[in-house]
T-cell receptor, first 116, second 113 residues
Framework: DTGVSQNPRHKITKRGQNVTFRCDPI?????LYWYRQTLGQGPEFLTY????????KSRLLSDRFSAERPKGSFSTLEIQRTEQGDSAMYLC??????????????FGPGTRLTVT | GQQLNQSPQSMFIQEGEDVSMNCTSS?????WLWYKQDPGEGPVLLIA?????ELTSNGRLTAQFGITRKDSFLNISASIPSDVGIYFC?????????????FGRGTQLTVWP
């Protein structure tokens, strides 16, 4: 397996448009995470899936944001009615550990969103 | 949210020098992770620490889990130009079993040849 992949790598959109990002985790990992990173900051947690169940959402995840992991494999993050403040790097990570928590999260290359 | 404070914020060193950086928290962490991020890329996991006092190496990198559980340290020996990047500490807060990580703001490392 080559690691976590994310598509697209870059997205430029106009304010008010909807965008969707995709994440393909490491195949044997059952946990999948979305983070957002802005310039000069570390990644900030958005949401987390174990298999297909969305177990935690950050208060950063406003009602314009929705994430899915329909079959417990890939995940999508959709942002509706984008705002300029949504401009950021969106990072996906995955971790394994069928026997308990695994904090070793492996990140994808990210999707850079620019809202004009 | 939980705050992880990293210092220094940035470092400018000469190739071959050793580097030390640290990460502190006002809360106890049971796990410390160190990541490196290159521009335009996602963070890459360098070292994971699970026990207070633990010292773990990965090549020229050595990290330590502070005995108070509120800090961690990363050392890079004999730096080379490809060490350039931003180094982040991260950890799950307290006894969280969900794996949500909190990150520091990073230490930007520049290595002059």
């Amino acid at each position: 397996d080559t690691g976590v992949s994310q598509n697209p790598r870059h997205k430029i959109t106009k304010r008010g448009q909807n965008v969707t990002f995709r994440c393909d985790p490491i195949s044997e990992h059952n946990r999948l995470y979305w983070y957002r990173q802005t310039l000069g900051q570390g990644p900030e947690f958005l949401t987390y899936f174990q298999n297909e169940a969305q177990l935690e959402k950050s208060r950063l995840l406003s009602d314009r944001f929705s994430a899915e992991r329909p079959k417990g494999s890939f995940s999508t993050l959709e942002i509706q009615r984008t705002e300029q403040g949504d401009s950021a790097m969106y990072l996906c990570a995955s971790s394994g550990g069928a026997r308990g928590p695994s904090y070793e999260q492996y990140f994808g290359p990210g999707t850079r969103l620019t809202v004009t | 949210g939980q705050q992880l404070n990293q210092s220094p914020q940035s470092m400018f060193i000469q190739e071959g020098e050793d580097v030390s950086m640290n990460c502190t928290s006002s809360s106890i962490f049971n796990t410390w992770l160190w990541y490196k991020q290159d521009p335009g890329e996602g963070p890459v996991l360098l070292i994971a620490l699970y026990k207070a006092g633990e010292l773990t190496s990965n090549g020229r990198l050595t990290a330590q889990f502070g005995i108070t559980r509120k800090d961690s340290f990363l050392n890079i020996s004999a730096s080379i130009p490809s060490d350039v990047g931003i180094y982040f500490c991260a950890g799950p807060f307290g006894g969280s079993t969900l794996g949500r990580l909190y990150f520091g703001r990073g230490t930007q490392l520049t290595v002059w040849p």
